[in-house]
């Protein structure tokens, strides 16, 4: 049953991924710079995720809807949250090799 509910969710979160993608999401990739330069997906803005709480504005201006990516989830899960409590319509779109796909 775990493993029914896993693939079930994976594809939810695919599906939720493309939505926000058709409406003209922001990718959001929240790594490290290091991370960043080993790879992202084109088009993504870079903010590392212990600089976003003095970025919110500047992520609010895009006036889109987001999809907050990182290594594993994690962070990208923390961002999410965060800028969730300040008003972004956004997601955690995981790894982002999960969005990079549907670029």
Not at 63 to 79: D, E, F, L, M, Y
Request: hydrophobic share 40%.
């Amino acid at each position: 049953m775990k493993l029914f509910n896993l693939l079930f969710r994976k594809k939810n979160m695919a599906n939720e991924i493309q939505e926000y993608l058709g409406k003209g999401a922001v990718v959001l990739d929240v790594r490290t710079l290091a991370e960043w330069n080993e790879g992202h997906s084109e088009g993504a803005k870079h903010i590392v995720l212990n600089t976003i709480p003095e970025n919110v504005e500047e992520i609010k201006s895009w006036n889109k809807p987001v999809v907050a990516v990182c290594r594993s989830g994690g962070r990208s899960g923390q961002a999410t949250e965060f800028l969730q409590g300040h008003g972004v319509d956004i997601i955690n779109g995981g790894p982002w090799g999960n969005v990079d796909q549907y670029l």
